[in-house]
């Protein structure tokens, strides 16, 4: 049955014929706003190991080498997936924090490293990094895969739009720093997804629904969802216990999400509902929504209001 919104993995079937799976990355990149930069601790939000994923850490060791990354990802989704073509995904920290000509090298190099491992299964890249950090020369290095014939999405940390918010968590930009993002990156053959993070400390629904629309007016092709977790090492697991804040209560996800996706445009793709994180990295405050079960509650409402993404969207003109 077809969903009532518009499935990021159901278009890359659509696109490359199959399934397609990333393979998380930690290529050295860090971040400008971690302390020693100029944001003297980062975001109050951030997993202190930038949340890689699981097969790349060995033990209480974050693996390090490119090579044996690539190795270890390639190994752990060929055998649990039967996965057959990937997207190498650039994930860790701000994958965008350096020098245009020092970051060719660093992708080029997970390419050729990839390419030899497994020749034909290279469809693309992921590149996730803050809208700050982002500008006209650096989204033309990534346009320049895309002429290679890889499909490639520059993911832009927003998080909110409301500048109030943003500042209360520590983000380091405000919100006309994303616009700018937007603009230097469009019309090169990108395709751009913005992280959205709902139940920040002192967001309304309204806030929430208009950071969406506000990412959608800038022209975005997808949209990630996380629902805030209280991650292990944070400041916000950290000033919890104070009773500064309370976060959102899984029961209120699915409701929140479909009014979100009735206003965001159908040919916005939805790259996830929810956060992704092992259970013991994160404080015990509610049991974290089953990924499968969200999905299908979300489907539920939209088909019992009759509506799907895109019922309500108005998105602006870009200028």
């Not at 990802?73 to 000509?101: E, H, I, M, W």
């Not at 299964?121 to 989204?139: I, Q």
Request: aromatic share 8%; hydrophobic share 40%; glycine share 8%.
């Amino acid at each position: 049955m077809e969903s009532r919104f518009n499935r990021h993995a159901d278009r890359l079937v659509e696109r490359h014929g199959q399934r397609v799976w990333r393979i998380g990355l930690d290529a050295g990149f860090g971040c400008p706003h971690r302390k020693g930069g100029r944001g003297a601790g980062g975001c109050a939000f951030c997993a202190p190991d930038a949340a890689l994923a699981a097969y790349q850490h060995d033990g209480s060791r974050l693996v390090e080498n490119l090579d044996e990354q690539i190795d270890r990802g390639l190994a752990f989704l060929r055998s649990r997936y039967k996965a057959r073509l990937f997207f190498l995904y650039f994930q860790a920290y701000t994958c965008t924090n350096l020098p245009v000509d020092k970051l060719a090298p660093i992708y080029d190099k997970a390419i050729a490293l990839f390419k030899a491992k497994a020749p034909g299964a290279l469809s693309g890249l992921v590149v996730s990094t803050r809208p700050d950090c982002l500008d006209r020369p650096k989204a033309e290095l990534l346009a320049s895969y895309v002429a290679d014939g890889l499909e490639v999405w520059l993911e832009l940390g927003l998080q909110s739009s409301n500048d109030s918010t943003l500042a209360r968590i520590n983000r380091g930009h405000n919100a006309q720093a994303f616009i700018d993002a937007a603009r230097v990156s469009q019309g090169l053959g990108l395709k751009r997804a913005c992280h959205l993070i709902l139940g920040l400390p002192g967001e309304s629904k309204n806030d929430m629904l208009r950071s969406a629309q506000f990412a959608a007016d800038q022209g975005i092709e997808g949209i990630k969802f996380h629902d805030l977790r209280l991650v292990k090492g944070s400041a916000l697991a950290r000033t919890f216990p104070a009773g500064e804040f309370s976060p959102l209560h899984p029961s209120r996800l699915p409701g929140l999400l479909a009014e979100i996706l009735e206003t965001l445009p159908w040919e916005v793709e939805i790259l996830r509902l929810s956060a992704d994180f092992p259970k013991a990295a994160c404080l015990d405050i509610f049991p974290p929504p089953e990924k499968y079960r969200l999905y299908t509650a979300v489907e539920e409402i939209l088909a019992t209001r009759n509506t799907r993404q895109g019922s309500r969207a108005t998105r602006g003109a870009i200028q």
